[in-house]
């Protein structure tokens, strides 16, 4: 079987190389936008399911795809719009735990299988200095609750419950568990 990822997301494309998979990159194309009320891990479990869907497939390929958020005090963070949008969240963040949510969603020719893992992170009590900060690297734009714990805003991090790469935005022992049936990684 080829596995196909349908993800833009280089840090996505960086995990499953390090645990050994190879595979070929197609972007899934679609709208992230939340629906009115929709929760967090409802949002990524159907965004998943749209992205894999998205993606052509043909006999003998495995589409993975996967979504990621973050939710603090019940409201959905995804990529901010701006560097004023990304401070706006890391105020929000401040002090607080939040959780990450990673849809993934395996096809292939018997079907789907979904899966939603989450972890909860928490943050520092973070100055307007240390925000202006990060928000000037530019690390924020492009990712989830405006932040990528692999990169300056580990500094940030007090606290992780569950698994790491689930936020830097694929859980690596959940796809394995699914790809093992299918696929096996490089030796």
Same mark, same amino acid.
């Given at each position: 079987?080829? *596995?196909? &990822? ?9 995990? *499953? ?25 409802? &949002? ?45 969240? *890391?105020?929000?963040? !401040? ?31 973070? !100055? ?8 000037? !690297?530019?690390?924020? &734009? ?35 568990? &699914? ?9």
């Amino acid at each position: 079987m080829r *596995l196909i &990822l349908a993800s833009s997301s280089p840090r996505r494309a960086t995990l *499953l190389t390090a645990v050994g998979y190879t595979f070929e990159v197609r972007v899934a194309d679609v709208d992230e936008t939340p629906h009115p009320g929709e929760t967090g891990e409802a &949002l990524v479990r159907r965004l998943a399911e749209v992205k894999a869907r998205a993606v052509a497939c043909a006999p003998g390929e495995l589409i993975l795809a996967a979504d990621t958020t973050v939710v603090c005090e019940g409201v959905i963070l995804n990529k901010p719009e701006d560097e004023a949008d990304a401070a706006a969240m *890391l105020r929000r963040l !401040s002090g607080r735990p939040h959780e990450v949510y990673t849809g993934v969603t395996l096809r292939h020719g018997g079907g789907e299988e979904s899966l939603v893992e989450r972890t909860t992170v928490w943050f520092a009590s973070l !100055s307007e200095e240390e925000i202006a900060w990060y928000v000037g !690297s530019g690390e924020p &734009l492009g990712k989830a609750g405006g932040y990528g714990i692999q990169g300056r805003a580990s500094r940030f991090v007090t606290r992780v419950d569950g698994s790491y790469p689930n936020v830097v935005g694929l859980p690596v022992a959940q796809v394995a568990k &699914l790809l093992a049936k299918y696929v096996q990684p490089a030796s």
